[in-house]
């Protein structure tokens, strides 16, 4: 049984920063990828960013290019997303996700069903 839990949001002004962490535990392998989600209200949930802990490989949403960074402690089984330039419109709950015993598909990182463990999620709030 694999626990994701997700940690770091809050909130900001819009141009601020922020950093999310995540932690995949029981599970003692480098072959997971892991992904990050947000919803935002009555919205559909989006993939923001993936990594594949064993490799590095990364992958971005249009959302998060240019301003969001993915990446990973390949011993702690752990994920960090680092948010620069943080506009009002990034306010949802993000949420962690594993997918253990698989790399990241480059064509289906960003579906929800691709991943097998959720975290519980972390709001993040960007005021104007």
């Known amino acids: 049984q694999v626990t994701v839990?997700?940690?770091?949001?809050?909130?900001?002004?819009?141009?601020?920063?922020?950093?999310?962490?995540?932690?995949?535990?029981?599970?003692?392998?480098?072959?997971?990828?892991?992904g990050w989600f947000r919803q935002a209200p009555g919205k559909e949930r989006?993939?923001?960013?993936?990594?594949?802990?064993?490799?590095?490989n990364t992958y971005y949403g249009y959302s998060?290019?240019?301003?969001?960074?993915?990446?990973?402690?390949a011993a702690e089984n752990s994920m960090y997303l680092q948010m620069n330039n943080l506009k009002p419109e990034d306010t949802a709950m993000y949420y962690c996700a594993a997918n253990p015993g698989n790399t990241c598909s480059e064509h289906a990182w960003d579906r929800s069903r691709v991943y097998r463990d959720w975290g519980q999620g972390t709001q993040v709030t960007v005021s104007s």
């Open 64 to 73: 998060a290019t240019g301003r969001f960074t993915i990446s990973r402690d």
């Open 46 to 56: 989006e993939g923001v960013a993936a990594i594949y802990i064993g490799g590095g």
């Open 5 to 34: 839990v997700e940690s770091g949001g809050g909130s900001v002004q819009a141009g601020g920063s922020l950093r999310l962490s995540c932690v995949a535990y029981g599970y003692p392998y480098r072959h997971i990828c892991m």
